[in-house]
Structures are given as structure tokens and as C-alpha cells.
């Protein structure tokens, strides 16, 4: 018999022989179609197939494994960008920081406190009260002037430095979205306790809402971990101290406020039940805080406006 005939090629280069197998299918594959399996060698079609069927790692709250912390380097970007924006136009502090509720003159000088004011044309309400929504959230990336405020650069610098420290770490224990709709979360529930709790007409601007709930987050995930804790609640009670003594001279309404929301939810991403309701318990809890935090506000604002909340 004719050795010719007998020759096998590859299923995927008909003109190419070959003499091995895919040890999974079994069918003829060159050179350039193997790929190295734990036994032997399988086809490209095999291989995909079986990347499929494994099962993928995930983090400790079901999030997708990353090793790059990519949410916590734009975060920052971001408060550093604005940072830079207002120190060119200072007006920006004045229009998006978070306001309760303020008169503003007609030539855009906010009033505040309760004396009596003699102006030339009717005046406005700025702030939440005044339909101003976005205020709750873009206040939490503003920060004080490096010339006005208790801190002055020490502002941006300590909130950043933390959000680096800590952001990077939580992220990568909870996955890129969980980890940002926690951050954005606090940010809000930092600037709805200042909108019940503080002054409506003082204004108030920095992440320290959103870093308080990022370093809640960190204490609940390494509790849940079973992490030596030495460490983890040193950093816990330094967090709360500064919280004591912040209240004497910064927003700290803000601070709790995005350290109850931002421990409240990390809870929830960390103990739901690992199983196929695992998704849905956590989106639960992110959509309750939500409608927490909006009724809450609606109230608040419904307070302020005489009973309306504006659009």
C-alpha cells in the first residue's frame, strides 16, 4: 500500500501534514494550531471552549479580579483637575459647591445669615432649594483654596493621599463598579447629612465625605477577610478621632454622613449570601441608600422651600 495515502493533515491547513492529535477532540492539528494543554497539546477551538467552561475568580464581593486600580486613578485625576480649574476661575467654589439654600442679590452676592438686606431687585434662592441638584454631588470634588479656609492646600492634600492610600486597596477587594458607586454614594450621603444637619446657606466643598465612606469600606471588607486587625483598628479609631476633632472647625456632617452610607453598603457587598443572589441583594442595598438618601433630601428641601420641591 502506498504510504502516501495514508497521511494526515491538519484540520484547520488541509495542505499542511501533520501526525498529532488535539488530546480533546481528537483531530489532526500543525504546528501553528497547537497550544500547550496540562497533557499534551488541544486545537484553538478546544482551548476557547474550555476557557469558557472555568470558572473566573472574582473578588470578595462577586466584582471581576483587576490588578490595576483604574477607578481610584481617575477619581484622583479628577479632584486634582477641578482643583486646578478653580484655582483659574474661583467662581467655580461659589457656583458648585454644596449649598442648602442661600439668597443671592441680583448681582450674584449670596446673602447670608438673618440680617436685613436693602437690595434693588428681587432676589433668587440658590443651592439644592433652588433646583440645583448637581450641588450634592459636584461639591464632593472641589476643595479650599490654597489662600482661604483652615487648611488651605492641606485640604486637598490629606484627602487625596488618603483616597490613594486606601481607594487602591478597597477597589481592588470589591471590583471597579462596586467600588464606584461606593465612592459616589458616600460623596451623597456626606452632603444629605449636611443638607439636614448644617447651615443651608454655608457652603461646603471636598471628598472628605467620599474618603470617610472609602475608609469605612476598607475596616468591613478586612473584617470580613479575617485580616489581623492590629492595624486595620488603629486606622479605624485614628478615622473616628479626626471625626471628633474635625467638628470644631470642618463640615462634619459630611464626614459622618459618607462613613454611615459608605459602611452601610460596603456591609452589604461583603455579606451578601454567595450564591446566585448575591448580584441582586447587593444592588438592593446600593438602590435602597439611593431612595434613603433622595426621599430624605426631598423632605429636607420640601422644608425649605415652604412645602415645594423644585425640579
Known sequence: M???STATTCYRHPAVECHVRCTRCER???????RTAPVGHQCPECVREGARSVRRARTIAGGRIS???VVTYVLFALNVLAYLAELVRPELVDRFA???SRLVAPDGTPLTGD???LSSGPLRVEGVAGGEWERMLTGAFLHQSPFEGTFGLLHITMNMVVLWQLGRV???ML???RFAVLYLL???GGSVLELVLADPWQASVGASGAVFGVGAAYYVLHRRLGAEMGRVNRFMAGLLLWLVVSAWFTSWQGHLGGLLVGGALALAYAYAPRDGRRAAVQAGAGAALVVLLAVTTAVKVSELTGGSVPL
Open 2 to 4: 502506498d504510504s502516501e
Open 28 to 34: 489532526y492539528i500543525c504546528p501553528d494550531c497547537m
Open 67 to 69: 490588578t490595576t486600580p
Open 98 to 100: 454644596m449649598v442648602g
Open 115 to 117: 440680617g436685613v438686606f
Open 170 to 172: 478597597v477597589e481592588l
Open 175 to 177: 471590583g471597579r463598579t
Open 186 to 188: 458616600s460623596a451623597l
